[in-house]
């Protein structure tokens, strides 16, 4: 829907990107724009969600569209599980990137950013690779 809107608007090709995080418990919260739904909880609630089940998944989407119904759409999901113990103490809207631990890494999301293991962790790295092989070997016309 986002990708339709823009090409409606600017009639030309672009480019959209979408991500955020699920919990398994809850498998279709928080969602898109996590850190707007998790800002109406208090911490402790988030805590406690993350105490009666940890696992998670972070995910990306890109959508590309070059002309009018032609659109491709490339997407990432990363198992993990959320550790609250270490969200920074002061934060107060809840950002899940430095809490998620990606199945495998021995670190979070936030501490893998910069590093040469964030392209093997990163859901929206991930989607941006699949989007670019794709694109590379698309014919001119397209």
């Given at each position: 829907h986002?990708?339709?809107?823009?090409?409606?608007?600017?009639?030309?090709?672009?480019i959209v990107e979408?991500?955020?995080?699920?919990?398994?418990?809850?498998p279709d919260f928080p969602g898109t724009l996590s850190e707007f739904a998790l800002s109406g909880l208090a911490r402790e609630v988030i805590s406690k969600l993350c105490r009666a089940d940890n696992q998670a998944s972070a995910f990306s989407w890109i959508g590309y569209i070059g002309q009018t119904n032609a659109d491709c759409y490339f997407s990432a999901r990363v198992e993990g599980y959320i550790l609250d113990e270490f969200a920074p103490a002061t934060q107060t809207n809840f950002d899940m990137t430095p809490v998620f631990h990606p199945e495998g890494s021995t670190k979070t999301l936030q501490q893998l950013i910069g590093t040469e293991k964030e392209a093997?962790?990163?859901?929206?790295?991930?989607?941006?690779k699949k989007f670019i092989n794709w694109y590379f070997d698309i014919p001119e016309d397209v």
């Open positions: 986002k990708a339709m809107r823009a090409w409606n608007h600017f009639r030309q090709p672009l979408d991500s955020g995080f699920y919990f398994k418990r809850y093997q962790f990163a859901p929206r790295l991930k989607a941006c």
